[in-house]
C-alpha cells in the first residue's frame, strides 16, 4: 500500500511540474522544429515578450529565444576556446598576455555573431564582446 501510494504522489508531483510548463504556442513550436530539428531535451520559459528554449544539440547546451510570431530572435551557446574563429582568438591573444580563459558564449542574433569572453589576464578579469571579424568592442573589468 505504501509503495501504491509513493508511485502516485511521484505521478501527481511530475504531472504538476509538467503543466506549470508554459506553453511557447503553435507558431513558435513550428519554427522551433524547423530550425533545430535534432534537438533533445528541451525546456521552455518565458522572458519579457519571448519564449525561451533551452537544449541539447550535438552534445552542447544552447538557449533559442523567440517572439511572439514565431520568429528566432537569437541563440547563444557555450564553446570552448579552440572552437573560436581564429581571428577572435588571434585577436584575443594580441590583446592580452597569455588570457586564462573562463567561458565563452557565442550569441547570434540580428547584429551577426558575436563573443562574450570572461577571461583572466595577468591577475585581473575581463569581460570581453568580440565579433567573428576578430574586432574587439567591449572590453569590461570584472570584479
Known amino acids: 500500500m ?3 501510494i509513493i508511485v502516485l504522489t511521484a505521478c501527481v508531483i511530475t504531472a ?3 503543466s506549470r510548463m508554459p506553453d511557447p504556442g503553435y507558431k513558435v513550436l513550428e519554427e522551433f522544429r524547423k530550425e533545430f530539428p535534432s534537438a533533445g531535451q528541451v525546456s521552455w ?3 519579457e515578450d519571448l519564449s525561451r528554449a ?3 544539440l550535438g552534445g552542447k547546451r544552447i538557449v533559442a529565444y523567440f517572439n511572439r510570431e514565431g520568429e528566432l530572435e537569437g541563440s547563444v551557446r557555450d564553446l570552448f576556446y579552440d572552437q573560436l574563429p581564429l581571428t577572435v582568438m588571434t585577436a584575443v591573444e594580441k590583446r592580452f598576455q597569455k588570457p586564462e580563459v573562463l567561458y565563452i558564449r557565442e550569441i547570434n542574433n540580428a547584429e551577426g555573431t558575436h563573443y562574450r ?3 583572466d589576464a595577468a591577475g585581473k578579469k575581463f569581460m ?3 565579433g567573428s571579424d ?3 568592442s567591449d572590453v569590461d573589468k570584472v570584479k
Open 16 to 18: 504538476s511540474a509538467f
Open 54 to 56: 533551452s537544449f541539447i
Open 117 to 119: 569572453i570572461r577571461l
Open 134 to 136: 576578430g574586432n574587439i
Open 2 to 4: 505504501k509503495k501504491i
Open 45 to 47: 520559459t518565458e522572458e
Open 128 to 130: 570581453v564582446r568580440v
